[in-house]
């Protein structure tokens, strides 16, 4: 397992954007694939984005698709979450997650959209 934190969160505006940063503890080189997901108030934690070892993509929320962009950094052991044209419905906590054995998460960090 890695230690994540995840940083970046706040209020904004709808419309408005955010960067999401997650720093691991460790090498994330080896870690298959690493996400984020999103936990709106009262509902289930789901997966917004993710992103393979080599940089391939994938947005399973169709909510998101062309708003929300992922990346990572190997060397870095850090991925991001680039959030723009936000709307009500992406409030919620967004947890940083990782495929080791067993999976590594964040402590989660709050995003407010609100006018």
């Known amino acids: 397992q890695v230690q994540l934190v995840e940083s970046g969160g706040g209020l904004v505006q709808p419309g408005g954007s955010l960067r999401l940063s997650c720093a691991a503890s460790?090498?994330?080189?080896?870690?298959?694939?690493m996400g984020w997901y999103h936990q709106a108030p009262g509902k289930e934690r789901e997966l917004v984005a993710a992103?393979?070892?080599?940089?391939?993509?994938?947005y399973p929320d169709p909510l998101v698709k062309g708003r929300f962009t992922i990346s990572r950094d190997n060397a870095k052991n850090m991925i991001w979450l680039q959030m723009n044209n936000l709307i009500f419905e992406d409030t919620g906590v967004y947890f940083c997650a990782a495929t080791t054995s067993p999976w590594s998460w964040g402590q989660g960090i709050q995003v407010t959209v609100s006018s």
């Open positions: 992103i393979a070892y080599n940089g391939y993509a994938n």
């Open positions: 460790g090498s994330i080189a080896n870690i298959e694939v």
